[in-house]
């Protein structure tokens, strides 16, 4: 079975230019997260998806991010314009269902951002 | 608000066992689950705890007191290949769903 495919892997950017990535989470999960990670931090929620909707987006700095997941499978994290703070590893995890007890999450390689 | 504090950085010498603790502060909470990194690699799961007590799984143990906001990861039998972050995160519910919220991880470096 495939796990969580994101890319690119890497991308080097210029500051203020526009940034993508792209995650097709696991066949059947249909919760979909979308995390950052800082060096040397644990993953911080960005945005959580339940099929083709986002429930939880408090921690999305709305004013340069923006997700989409428009038929509830794989979904595309845009930033612009990028900002140097916004270096960092982006992160996709899915899992069968955010609203129940528990279910364990299945990450994605990342991809690394730098911006220069 | 919430918290969760674990040690930064742990070594431990191969073929021995090693307990990273976990506290922390957190309303709605609900379950505590351990996650291993290794650099440059993906967040995987190792276990999870919602009730007091020992979770084993294999070389990893699982321990939960809810009473005292606090769980460790047990690993026995220490191998190069453990060389890894691990972070606790907790669930809680929120907004009639549940969340995770990890810590900032546990750098744990085993040596020969």
């Known amino acids: 079975e495939a796990g969580v495919v994101q890319s690119p892997r890497y991308k080097i950017i210029e500051k203020k230019q526009p940034v993508a990535f792209w995650c097709n989470p696991i066949s059947g999960h249909n919760t979909l997260y979308w995390y950052l990670q800082n060096l040397g931090q644990g993953p911080e929620l960005l945005i959580r998806y339940e099929n083709e909707e986002a429930v939880d987006d408090s921690q999305l700095p709305k004013d340069r991010f923006s997700a989409e997941r428009l038929k509830g499978v794989d979904s595309t994290l845009k930033i612009q314009p990028a900002e140097l703070g916004d270096s960092a590893v982006y992160l996709c995890?899915?899992?069968?269902?955010?609203?129940?007890?528990?279910?364990?999450?299945?990450f994605g390689p990342g991809t690394r951002l730098t911006v220069l | 608000g919430q918290s969760l504090e674990q040690p930064s950085e742990v070594t431990a010498v191969e073929g021995a066992i090693v307990q990273i603790n976990c506290t922390y502060q957190?309303?709605?909470?609900?379950?505590l689950s351990w996650y291993q990194q290794h650099d440059g690699g993906a967040p995987t799961f190792l276990s999870y705890n919602a009730l007091d007590g020992l979770e084993e799984t294999g070389r990893f143990s699982s321990f939960l007191s809810r009473s005292d906001s606090y769980g460790y990861l047990l690993l026995q039998e220490l191998q190069m290949k453990d060389s890894a972050s691990y972070f606790c995160a907790v669930q809680r519910r929120r907004a009639g769903s549940y969340q995770l919220t990890f810590g900032k991880g546990t750098k744990l470096s085993v040596i020969p």
């Open positions: 957190t309303s709605g909470f609900y379950g």
């Open positions: 995890a899915s899992s069968l269902a955010g609203g129940s007890s528990y279910n364990e999450q299945f």
